[in-house]
C-alpha cells in the first residue's frame, strides 16, 4: 500500500508498505549490487547509517553465486542477514549494456556472462524466476535500456516490445507468487517507463504501463548519456501521466543536486553507485560541498569529515587519518568513506521528508543547493 502524506507542488511525502516493512519516501536505496556493499560495509553498518532499502542486482546474483544456491540458502535477506525491503533490478541494464555480446529476439536476450563468457539466455520469464528465487521485496520488470541518442525508430519499436515483456513479467510473476516453494509470495513488480528522449514515445508509454495496475512505476534509461536538463525536461513531461498513488522510481539517478531535483518532479525512490563509488576514491559529500581527502591541505587536519555529522567515520576519526589510511591502500580508509558518503545521503533524504512534512522543501532544496555548490572545501 502507498500513503501520501504531504504534497508541495509535484513533490511528495509518502508511505510504501510492504512484506518487509514500511519505506518513507523520498528514499535512496543503497546499491549492494552483488548482496553487498562496495567498501566492506556490512547490513549492521546499513542499519547504523539509517539505510531503508538495499538494492541488488539479478544479473550479477544469477552469475555468481547463482540464484538456485540463494534460494537454497532461504533467500537473500536471509543470505545476507538484512530483514528490511531490498529491491533486484532486472539485469535488463547490464544485459544491455554488454554490448557486442548480446542477442535480442522477441523471447529475450542472448549474451555471454562477464566472468567465465558461457552463453546466458535471459527474458522475461527467466528475470522473474531469478527475482523470485531471490525473494525480494521489490522486482524490477525486465526491459530494454535503449541507449538515450538512439535513433527514433529503433527507440520506439524498443518500447512497443518492453511493452510487451512487461506483461509477460507480470503474468509470470503472478504464477510464480502462488507456487507452494515460493519464498515471498507477496513480491511486488515494478514496470520501467522507456523511451530515450523522445517525450513523445516516452507519454505514450506511460499511458499503457499505467493501465497495467503494478506495484509502482520507474523512469528508467535517464543519466546515460544525456544532459540533466535533458532529464529533468523527461521528468517534467513523463511523470504525471504515470499513476499518482502509486510510488515512481528514477532509475540510476544520481548526485544530491539531482535527487533534489527529481524529487521536486514527483520522485520517490532513487539509487546510484556515486556515494560508494566516490568514497572508495577519497571523494566526499559534505553540506559544504565535495571533499577530496588526497588533497594536501587535510595531510594535519585533526577534524572529521564534516563538523556535526553523525557517521561511524565522523564520530571518531580524523582527516588526516583518513587521508593516511586511503594514502596506504588500506581498506579502512575506503570504507569509513563509503559509510559517510551513505550516512550523508541517507541524512539529505531524511531532511528532505521533514522539509516536505513541513511545507518548506522549496526552500530546503535553494539552501541546500547552494550550500553544496562548492566542488572541493577550502577550509
Not at 536476450?109 to 531469478?130: L, N
Amino acid at each position: 500500500m502507498y500513503r501520501i502524506l504531504n504534497t508541495e507542488g509535484r513533490a511528495k511525502r509518502a508511505e510504501f508498505h510492504t512484506v518487509h516493512g514500511v519505506i518513507q519516501t523520498p528514499v535512496f536505496m543503497n546499491v549492494g549490487t552483488v548482496a553487498a556493499i562496495k567498501g566492506a560495509v556490512s547490513t549492521s553498518d546499513l542499519e547504523e547509517i539509517k539505510t531503508q532499502v538495499e538494492l541488488s542486482n539479478t544479473y550479477h546474483l544469477h552469475v555468481r553465486p547463482g540464484d538456485e544456491v540463494i534460494k537454497k540458502l532461504g533467500g537473500l535477506h536471509r543470505f545476507m542477514s538484512w530483514d528490511k525491503p531490498i529491491l533486484t533490478d532486472s539485469g535488463g541494464f547490464q544485459v544491455f549494456s554488454l554490448a557486442g555480446l548480446r542477442k535480442i529476439k522477441e523471447e529475450g536476450v542472448t549474451f555471454r556472462s562477464h566472468i567465465d563468457g558461457h552463453k546466458i539466455f535471459m527474458g522475461p520469464e527467466e528475470s522473474m524466476r531469478i527475482q523470485s528465487n531471490l525473494a525480494s521485496t521489490i522486482a524490477m520488470a525486465f526491459d530494454e535500456c535503449a541507449p538515450s541518442k538512439a535513433d527514433r525508430g529503433y527507440v520506439q519499436a524498443s518500447v512497443e516490445r518492453t511493452t510487451r515483456w512487461l506483461k509477460r513479467c507480470l503474468l509470470e510473476l503472478d504464477r510464480l507468487n502462488g507456487l507452494e516453494d515460493t519464498i515471498n509470495p507477496r513480491q511486488l513488480l515494478f514496470g520501467i517507463n522507456q523511451g530515450a528522449v523522445y517525450a513523445d514515445i516516452r507519454i505514450e508509454h506511460a499511458k499503457r504501463i499505467a493501465d497495467l495496475d503494478l506495484d509502482g512505476y520507474a523512469v528508467g534509461g535517464l543519466a546515460v548519456g544525456e544532459t540533466h536538463e535533458e532529464m529533468y525536461h523527461i521528468l517534467e513531461e513523463v511523470v504525471p501521466w504515470l499513476p499518482k498513488d502509486k510510488p515512481t522510481y528514477l532509475m540510476g539517478v544520481g548526485t544530491p543536486a539531482n535527487i533534489l531535483e527529481g524529487v521536486e518532479r514527483g520522485i520517490d525512490f532513487f539509487d546510484c553507485v556515486y556515494p560508494t563509488r566516490n568514497g572508495r576514491h577519497g571523494h566526499l559529500y559534505t553540506n559544504r560541498g565535495k571533499l577530496n581527502l588526497f588533497n594536501a591541505r587535510y595531510e594535519l587536519d585533526d577534524r572529521p569529515i564534516e563538523e556535526g555529522c553523525g557517521c561511524p567515520a565522523c564520530r571518531r576519526y580524523s582527516r588526516a587519518y583518513i587521508r593516511h589510511l586511503l594514502k596506504a591502500k588500506e581498506m579502512l580508509g575506503l570504507r569509513l568513506c563509503v559509510l559517510h558518503n551513505l550516512y550523508f545521503y541517507n541524512t539529505m533524504m531524511e531532511e528532505i521528508r521533514e522539509a516536505l512534512e513541513q511545507g518548506r522543501f522549496a526552500a530546503y532544496k535553494k539552501k541546500k543547493l547552494e550550500d553544496m555548490a562548492g566542488q572541493d572545501v577550502q577550509e
